[in-house]
């Protein structure tokens, strides 16, 4: 596989042909904000946090860091006023949702987001997809996903598959950024049938 060598904040960095912007700059030690980024699963792009500005000759644009990939002479700049800015106002509008998450109030303090800054809708899930997707890439199973569109939008564990496949999972937990998937999940097992979910499964 090919080496592309781009500039990461002015730092020299050697990449392998199709990697992306993020994992090139976390490969030389680089850090970028992230939300829905798992090294296990396909890159998502879904909270936008990891944007960055990447310019090749006098071309310059904003990108989504783990979905673009490298190029030669690429150049990236992943802190400027401009880039920070759209990082606060994305956690601002994360923060309506999730308002006591600690992560997205460490990211919060770094770029001085407001988390009063817009009505609460406090729904607690932030749609970055990270449950879904590693139940789904990873273990196979497809006992959680998303349920209705837009701003109705929420995840919801699949109650029949949930109660053969969670209770000794459970992988998915660490993933959340904000527990709203624990809350998803209690919320199921009060809506199953005690045997289903509310009891561990008998050792035979």
């Known amino acids: 596989m090919n080496e592309i060598v781009l500039k990461i904040d002015g730092k020299e ?18 850090s970028i904000p992230t939300l829905c980024h798992h090294e296990k699963l396909e890159p998502f792009g879904g909270c936008r946090l990891c944007i960055v500005e990447v310019q090749v000759g006098d071309w310059k644009k ?8 490298v190029e030669k002479n690429l150049i990236v700049t992943t802190r400027s006023a401009k880039i920070d800015n759209i990082r606060k106002m994305i956690l601002e509008l994360q923060l309506c949702h999730a308002p006591d998450s600690p992560q997205l109030m460490e990211l919060a303090d770094e770029y001085g987001a407001d988390k009063d800054r817009f009505e609460k809708e406090a729904s607690f899930c932030i749609h970055c997809g990270l449950c879904v997707r590693y139940c789904a890439e990873v273990k196979k199973k497809d006992a959680v996903g998303f349920v209705d569109r837009g701003i109705l939008k929420e995840i919801s564990f699949i109650p029949e598959i949930a109660a053969k496949e969670c209770w000794d999972c459970k992988e998915c937990f660490p993933l959340c950024p904000t527990e709203a998937l624990q809350a998803a999940f209690v919320l199921t097992r009060s809506l199953m049938s005690p045997r289903h979910l509310l009891k561990p499964p008998q050792n035979k």
């Open 13 to 30: 960095v050697n990449a392998r042909e199709g990697m992306t912007v993020l994992e090139a700059a976390q490969s030389a030690g680089i």
């Open 62 to 69: 904003h990108v989504v860091s783990c979905v673009y990939t």
